[in-house]
């Protein structure tokens, strides 16, 4: 297991091959991008979210972990109601090879609930990278959706209350 562990580490920590600088995307349709969540049901984000408000945490590193569990527990702590979906986004065709022994373990640690909240993109990884940049990959990209799947608020700076209350603002 931990042999496992440090190749999941490994290719996490490569996922941002390329780089790409930081966008300001606010406004701009969201691109349509293939994943699949971690109960093996395949997504188009955004299509299959049009018609809801939704927000994307977006992290390029096993790193942005940490971002992003900082703004699940603020949109908890707030009593925010959104839809929210965490998305790994790796590129590369190393990490596309591996991407069974990825999500197997990230199931191992996220509780199985919570598993069609979590949208991995491997194929696509790339074309989000390009979209939102990628400077900073360890900082998780926070997109609030609206219901056409155009972004109505991005945030790529780490968690902060005053971002969270910007997001809560636009809800």
Not at 88 to 112: H, V, Y
Not at 124 to 141: I, L, W, Y
Request: overall charge neutral; proline content about 5%; some cysteine.
């Amino acid at each position: 297991m931990r042999y496992l562990m440090i190749i999941a580490s490994l290719l996490l920590l490569s996922a941002c091959s390329t780089s790409y600088p930081n966008q300001a995307i606010t406004g701009q349709a969201f691109p349509s991008v293939s994943g699949q969540n971690l109960e093996e049901k395949s997504m188009t984000l955004p299509d299959d979210l049009k018609g809801e408000v939704a927000l994307l945490l977006i992290g390029y590193k096993q790193d942005s972990q940490f971002d992003i569990d900082r703004w699940l527990i603020g949109l908890d702590m707030t009593q925010t109601q959104v839809s929210v979906f965490e998305v790994p986004t790796i590129q590369g065709l190393f990490p596309r090879m591996f991407s069974t022994l990825i999500d197997n373990g990230m199931r191992s640690g996220i509780p199985k609930p919570l598993w069609k909240g979590v949208v991995t993109v491997y194929k696509d990884g790339e074309k989000v990278q390009a979209f939102t940049g990628n400077e900073k990959p360890n900082n998780s990209r926070v997109v609030l959706l609206n219901a056409q799947g155009k972004v109505i608020y991005f945030y790529d700076q780490g968690f902060s209350v005053d971002a969270l209350n910007q997001l809560r603002a636009l809800l």
